[in-house]
């Protein structure tokens, strides 16, 4: 009615009339307004908190009255009392409304509360979780009323959150009569709802929950295993580690894990348990790290490549290898989180991003979803560098990606010297053009190598190797210093005129840095090294190059950078060693682990995973496998940075030096198995 | 239009226009006629035969002729030669209608054929199972057509049989891309659908799947657990089996099976998991008996008791030992059959029925199916007997139904020389009232005991005990006989006049059968067999009036005996025993295993299980345990047939003598523990 007061929410600016005496709680759900609440307005979860103003406020046209709500009622002074409510707060289920008023809800009190992503494409992302805790309170039984406790449960969520059709695992089913009682019918209902599937009842505790639920976002490589625990209210990470894949024994790259299962009879199986194995221990692993019970963790996302994904389910690769490459299954999956080995909730789901062909897997549909090519005026080329490399080349017209194997050199794998990223790694690299002296970073200390201070900081970790970032700067780094020639070919110490060089039977190591003395490692790059490099790049390139034909472009105008290591990587150093296609370096930018990224916004947001789901059914998936032009563009890549494309990015920025040391007895590079 | 050849279906009588060429499979669809097919119309499951008519039709006004159907074609001429076609039947998917007609559809074509069940209720069961196979023809995968062997199967289910969100577990789409490899492309799907949830993938054959698919139904009881194996295209029994239930060693009753969950942390895990071990046990018996595979049994129906339920789902049954009763769950579940042990296609699914309340559990549910007392015009009682007995009285305006705990007597548990129904068991028995010698026929002999031929026959068996229906005869006939006084004391030879009348402590013991002379067992029913039974009895009796008592009846016009031996009852001797109230004999019929049947009718008609569903809500549960009555009707009931009922429908058929053999020290039976 007219006369009804007027209520206006910031900062939604949603504004209509209730009627005098209306809980803020009830006139936010009426208005549409984002306001939280756990106990469903029973003043005891206090995430209904709203700030109240006062005064003149002529924008909205409207001026507050001191008793515009009325004043703090008993619940709320005990609230106030017990756990504090800050100055000028109230609890938007107590407070009622009687004259015109406004309101602000403060973010920590909106339930879908925005949070920004800084990212390539910068983006607001807004938490709408599949996960969300529910108090009711329960009917108890009595002899007239026969049905189950179950029963009863569920009627208190459909009156209560309008939650129909919940259903129940036997594991929970087990535990509702005890909590039910223990918590004296008033319950916390911890549900699993993405809207499409019928809601499942993960978890019961007695009286209200404290604290938030939590979930997994999980990067499964082929040879490194990411994830992240969230907090599912707000999306901040708690824990990040990662491990190495346990499949790694099976076979370094993906094609020599599905021939170990053609040729083993129950090979698949064996590799299927092995990495659900390492997918609970790197759940274990971040729980208590973030000192989160298990039990918390109420919802896990995977991304993976197709074989890795393939394997994780156990469903035999073997079809993967063969064209034309046909997945068993492509569409999203919902299993329980146990079924993949996820030591957390026992009856928590686990959702498996959609996967986009045979050899273009859910990390590459979950790149696109973290970095959105779908909306980019112009074409943006996507890499996100792993043992298998996902690409990604697309504008708001269109989107096509393939995969590339380029083998788990840029990890650190299959190097002399290299290790993973951790503590004690090098990761940056300097060698000076004249003295051909390096220096360097290594992780966990601030201070380069020939810094005050160094060594005793240093000395907590030792200089233990080279991480990915690290050895793609060094042998960069080592090309701009003309250690290195075009070909990939490391000078001898007369060649180059440095003791760094040092022969190593028929070719050359450059020194990078020698612990031997304090009985630490001798840290060099070998021929063997930069060979190892030049397929990765080489296969990274030529992948590029095939979308770049398919989409009919020459240059790039912009470049995302992804990977475990991807916000570590140099753009200058990327170009000089022809990682990607040329481009200007202040157009290249870092988004991290791109694909883990994407997991994390599919675990908070529902909305994000219909969102790929469609999307993914739109992008054009190119077949490196069997691309004729894959090839030339490989062995044309294989020079460093390019034996034909010119680089004009990159000319004024540095100066590659015009050297060979080619000689008799040249070991060429081969190209490696896929 | 108009001038389409008219068509006409019997026996439904359905008819209609179709234009000319339409096949009769196609027409029968477009009519809503009943007419089988898995191929789905490619000539090869000859599911849809028809036989088409001649000649003049006056009835339905046509005259059908000669080639009112196209003729035999190749496809039809091949099937012929290799499979062999009745005469004067066509492959409805081959033939085509050219001008008006007239076809019968024989009742094996008809995919929800009726069958008739003989029962108390005679009814119709319309077989709709949940479970059907699929012929489907699957695109290929080719480069163009990434997605999943799965997607595409789900696919070709939709375009070909309207099968929509199909999902699969994981055990499934670990075996698709092998199968249809294998069969071309061609293949079986095995699909659940019980049309409330999203259909399941059970299973996937390469090609056409010869035979049909099976299903078990169980009825889980205290002491027993029975299975059938039922095929799923005509609802016939293959196979029936039952074995001991393993938690017997826990306890023999409910109840002391709860106090052992109480007593022993992880008792009730250990019953638990020797339930489903005794499940696992009887599904294999039952496909071995068949000679059916595992894998084709592809749903599973149980019935149970509410303590039974809550231990087979590995639930605590704590709370259905006190007040109020509260079953953790009471709706309808479908479960993998797995979870409960069964050992068959391991993506089956089991419906366990609802239950009505705390003490009423889906057996009782099972046999209300069964049943149908809400379908009858007068009050009918049905007892199902068994360790736990079901009683439910009901008409069309209401059905009340309680549980009574009769202890495993009837079963022939806790009877001295007690034993299952099974060949050598001694099953009916007659006792001379003046000479006082006993005769009796045992299961698997046909002869009597005193005729020619029985002791050859019974060579095979020997004679090994007396089993449930045999107990309650042996009384009944001791009593008629003069042997055992209305308070159920047995006399002493002197007092009775036969030597087979022996002491045994301070009581007697009547000797039935002396084997022991072949090295056979010495056969005897003992005072304390009698109490057993006395206790028994009295809380049937006591169930059933306390139902009277509410229904608001004194007599009963209709009793239905159901149980494990509920076909071999004799309702003359269940009178006499005083199992149930006054009734005339010949208004008391058998049921056989009532309990079982209903489960057998959910496995084949998910109709039914919707009905029992809506019916289960609509009983009315009397609590035995807490009803003041139930005790004065118990103690009222021990005498035999009744201290104060007067059994009017029994005078005339039968004499009861009036003897006493109470003297000093006699020993009153015992309230058993419940």
């Known amino acids: 009615m007219a006369d009804d007061p007027l209520v206006i929410f910031t900062p939604s600016g949603k504004r209509g009339r209730v009627p005098a005496g209306t809980p803020v709680l009830e006139a936010a759900r009426k208005l549409g307004v984002d306001l939280d609440s756990v106990c469903g307005g029973r003043g005891i979860c206090s995430k209904c ?27 709320e002074e005990r609230y106030d009392r017990i756990r504090g409510l800050k100055p000028g707060r109230r609890l938007g289920c107590q407070a009622r409304i009687q004259s015109d008023v406004v309101i602000d809800v403060p973010p920590e009190s909106q339930l879908h509360r925005q949070v920004i992503r800084k990212s390539a494409s910068e983006r607001v992302m807004v938490m709408d979780p599949a996960v969300r805790p529910f108090y009711v309170e329960v009917v108890e039984p009595d002899l007239d009323d026969p049905t189950g406790d ?52 993960i978890d019961l505790i007695p009286g209200l929950l404290d604290g938030p639920l939590y979930g997994l976002a999980i990067d499964l490589g082929s040879t490194t295993i990411a994830g992240h625990l969230v907090a599912l209210d707000d999306g901040r990470v708690l824990a990040s580690s990662g491990l190495m894949n346990p499949q790694i024994r099976f076979g370094e790259d993906l094609m020599s894990r599905v021939s170990y299962a053609m040729m083993n009879p129950g090979g698949a199986e064996e590799m299927t348990a092995a990495v659900r194995d390492g997918l609970g221990h790197l759940a274990t692993a971040l729980a208590e790290e973030a000192g989160v019970e298990p039990a918390r963790i109420t919802e896990a996302v995977v991304v993976c490549n197709p074989v890795m994904h393939h394997l994780m389910l156990g469903i035999d690769p073997v079809e993967l290898g063969q064209a034309p490459f046909a997945p068993a299954t492509s569409d999203a999956l919902v299993l329980k989180a146990r079924e993949l080995g996820l030591k957390i909730a026992p009856p928590a789901r686990a959702y498996v991003l959609p996967i986009i062909a045979g050899h273009v897997g859910a990390d590459a549909a979950a790149v696109v979803l973290s970095e959105q090519p779908q909306k980019s005026e112009t074409p943006v080329l996507i890499v996100d560098v792993g043992t298998n490399a996902e690409i990604v080349l697309g504008d708001r017209t269109r989107v096509l990606a393939c995969s590339s194997p380029t083998g788990p050199a840029f990890e650190g794998a299959q190097i002399s010297s290299g290790q993973r990223a951790a503590p004690g790694a090098i990761e940056r690299v300097r060698i000076d053009p004249l003295t051909k002296e390096p220096r360097f970073r290594i992780i966990g200390v601030e201070a380069w190598s020939d810094e005050p201070g160094f060594n005793e900081a240093a000395k907590a970790t030792g200089i233990t190797g080279i991480c990915g970032s690290g050895i793609i700067e060094a042998v960069a780094e080592m090309r701009m210093a003309g250690l290195v020639d075009p070909s990939g070919l490391i000078g001898s110490a007369e060649q180059v005129g440095t003791a760094r060089s040092v022969p190593q039977g028929r070719t050359h190591s450059y020194v990078l840095h020698d612990g031997t003395a304090e009985g630490g490692p001798l840290i060099t790059v070998t021929q063997g090294d930069i060979r190892a490099i030049q397929l990765a790049k080489s296969a990274l390139y030529a992948g590029a190059r095939l979308l770049m034909d398919e989409f009919g472009i020459e240059t790039l105008d912009r470049v995302v950078l992804a990977g475990a290591f991807g916000a570590h990587i140099s753009p200058l150093h990327a170009l000089v060693l022809g990682m990607i296609p040329d481009c200007a370096p202040e157009r290249v930018t870092s988004a991290g682990n791109a694909a883990g990224t994407g997991a994390r916004i599919a675990l908070c947001s529902r909305a994000a995973r219909v969102e790929i789901e469609d999307e993914v059914r739109r992008v054009t998936r190119i077949e490196t496998a069997i691309a004729p032009r894959f090839q030339e563009h490989f062995v044309a890549a294989n020079a460093i940075p390019h034996a034909t494309d010119a680089y004009p990015g990159l000319v004024g920025q540095v100066s590659l030096p015009e050297v060979s040391y080619n000689t008799a007895g040249d070991d060429r590079p081969r190209r490696r198995r896929r």
């Open 150 to 201: 179950f029963q009863r449960l569920s009627m208190a969520l459909e009156e209560q959150w309008q939650i129909k059709g919940l259903r129940a695992d036997l594991e929970v089913l087990a535990r509702i009569q005890k909590v039910l009682r223990k918590g004296e019918w008033k319950v916390t209902a911890v549900v699993w709802d993405d809207g499409r599937q019928p809601p499942q009842l």
């Open 49 to 75: 908190q709203v700030a109240p103003g006062k005064g003149a406020f002529p924008k909205h046209g409207v001026t507050v009255a001191e008793d515009a709500l009325t004043g703090i009622n008993a619940v």
